[in-house]
């Protein structure tokens, strides 16, 4: 358990890395590969912060996040609340908060970049890496530091709910 949390902290810090240097592109996934992906990516997911690394500010919650599929889209309902299609375009990320947008791109059957933004500008981009066995994934968080650089603020580990 340990190795594994290790490996995806790893394998979530060189992602994020490209991913804030170097825009990358939205991949391609055969119907095969989608369908592959939603299994692991959509249900029930909750915090464990326990598991979780924080470089700044504070420890997250055991916030708990639902991930619903819209058949015959490539799209989530979050929360049971908006939908978000997958492909990189901007969504509110709540009906109940104005302003804050999130556009969410699968990269490949693991990995999904999201960029946040409040009013416009871009305040946070995260990377969500998820387990082969669709049990777990981690979410690295970078943000500005105080040099006004991009930086990993922390590294959340969610867990699947029955």
Do not use: C
């Not at 825009?23 to 326990?50: I, M, P, V």
């Not at 889209?73 to 979050?78: D, F, N």
């Not at 690295?140 to 699947?160: A, F, L, N, P, Q």
């Amino acid at each position: 358990m340990r190795r594994t949390l290790r490996y995806l902290t790893l394998f979530s810090l060189s992602v994020v890395s490209f991913y804030a240097v170097g825009h990358a592109a939205s991949a391609q996934l055969t119907d095969e590969q989608f369908a592959r992906f939603y299994a692991r990516f959509t249900g029930k997911w909750k915090a464990n912060s326990a598991k979780s690394i924080v470089f700044k500010g504070v420890p997250p919650p055991a916030v708990t996040s639902s991930y619903v599929p819209i058949p015959g889209k490539r799209a989530i309902k979050y929360n049971n609340d908006v939908v978000h299609t997958l492909d990189g375009r901007e969504w509110p990320v709540s009906s109940k908060q104005t302003g804050d947008t999130v556009a969410r791109e699968v990269l490949d059957e693991f990995t999904v970049a999201n960029t946040l933004r409040q009013n416009g500008r871009i305040a946070s981009r995260n990377t969500t890496v998820l387990s082969p066995d669709g049990k777990t994934f981690v979410v690295v968080t970078m943000d500005h530091d105080e040099r006004g650089e991009w930086s990993v603020s922390r590294v959340v580990y969610y867990e699947r709910q029955e």
